[in-house]
């Protein structure tokens, strides 16, 4: 599963994350890699962030969190990996501050596992 847009919007994606799906895709189907590209891969790196909107007066803490979902992606045993030109982009830090678990490869490095796979998902 290749997941590249980062941001869906907080409300609309907060019943629907792409990282709990594939948590579930992973159960149902015995197994899948996550692939990071782009501002996506902002999900792998450490962060103390917290989501929150304020809305008419209210303010809605209860957002999706990707960092927490990642993690429980990797807990799970579900292979995770970034390309290092996409952690570059995201500033000089950024490969520092990369999560446990996740794999990062040279650019390119995902398409030249694609033949590894059934089948290469774009979410």
């Keep these: 599963m ?11 994606s907060h019943f629907a994350d792409v990282l709990n799906c594939l948590r579930e895709l992973d159960r149902q189907s015995g197994g899948i890699e996550v692939a990071l590209r782009g501002l996506a891969a902002s999900y792998a790196l450490r962060s103390s962030f917290t989501a929150a909107i304020r809305l008419a007066g209210t303010t809605v803490d209860t957002l999706s ?13 579900v292979p995770v990996w970034v390309e290092r030109p996409d952690l570059d982009a ?11 678990g ?4 040279p650019r390119n490095g ?14």
Excluded: K, N
């Design 90 to 100: 995201l500033g000089q830090g950024a490969p520092g501050r990369l999560m446990p």
């Design 110 to 123: 995902l398409v030249a596992r694609w033949s590894r796979y059934e089948r290469v998902w774009f979410m």
């Design 102 to 105: 996740v794999r990062c490869l």
């Design 65 to 77: 969190d990707p960092h927490a979902t990642l993690s429980q992606l990797l807990r799970d045993g």
């Design 2 to 12: 290749i997941v590249e847009r980062a941001y869906r919007g907080a409300i609309e």
